[in-house]
């Protein structure tokens, strides 16, 4: 079956420009996260829904940084006013965490979009 | 709060020869443990990980884990390695208990030459 996507695959931007990162994740998937990567990086966390709401976005770097998931599917990134220093790709995971014990609580990844700010 | 140490940015290393990437975590509570592999422009993929029971744990491609509790280690080996092994291999780390975000290391780099 598919797996996650992410659209744009690259994303290059200006200064103080706004930008919409999305994600589809696996097709009954409840659970989706947003990490993000910088150069030589280990994937940092960002938020994390459970179906609309967001269960967690003690990640988010400030208030410039915002995610919906509307309809418990699709997800979209939303970052205002970027800055250079919000270069880096942007992963998104989906997980069906069923049992916690089980392996529909894998996270699957998603390629990651690729953002510069120049 | 956890975090994840892999000291080792970068390992080269001859085909067929043997490879260990190391990780070692820090956690206030139980963890289940992951290894993930990145290829050059490709999304994380899981190689392998540990939830409970044998602390030895076999993933795809050749490689295994093994988890101690004791020195909070979970080191990832291949017997022998081949030139596709090439890639950055991410350890890391969730609490136990409920779906929750995982905690990585910053890599380390598999360079594979024959």
């Known amino acids: 079956g598919a797996g996650v996507s992410q659209t744009p695959s690259n994303k290059v931007t200006e200064k103080g420009k706004y930008v919409e990162l999305r994600c589809d994740p696996i097709?009954?998937?409840?659970?989706l996260y947003w990490y993000r990567q910088s150069l030589g990086q280990g994937p940092e966390f960002l938020i994390y829904f459970q179906g609309t709401g967001a269960a967690d976005d003690s990640g988010l770097p400030n208030d410039r940084f915002f995610a919906v998931r509307p309809e418990g599917s699709v997800s979209t990134l939303k970052i205002q006013r970027t800055e250079r220093g919000d270069s880096a790709v942007y992963l998104c995971?989906?997980?069906?965490?069923?049992?916690?014990?089980?392996?529909?609580?894998?996270?699957?990844f998603g390629p990651g979009t690729r953002l510069t700010v120049l | 709060a956890q975090s994840v140490t892999q000291l080792d940015s970068q390992v080269p290393v001859f085909e067929e020869a043997p490879v260990e990437l190391r990780c070692n975590y820090s956690s206030s509570v139980s963890v289940y443990l992951f290894w993930y592999v990145q290829y050059p422009n490709q999304g994380l993929q899981l190689l392998l990980k540990y939830l409970s029971g044998s602390t030895l744990v076999k993933g795809i491609n050749g490689f295994e884990a093994e988890f101690n509790k004791s020195q909070t280690s979970f080191h990832l080996r291949k017997p022998s390695v081949h030139i596709s092994d090439t890639a950055e291999y991410f350890c890391a780390v969730r609490p136990t208990g409920t779906a929750s975000k995982l905690t990585f290391g910053t890599g380390t780099r598999l360079q594979v030459t024959l």
């Open positions: 995971a989906s997980s069906s965490p069923s049992r916690e014990d089980s392996d529909t609580d894998t996270q699957y």
């Open positions: 097709s009954g998937h409840t659970a």
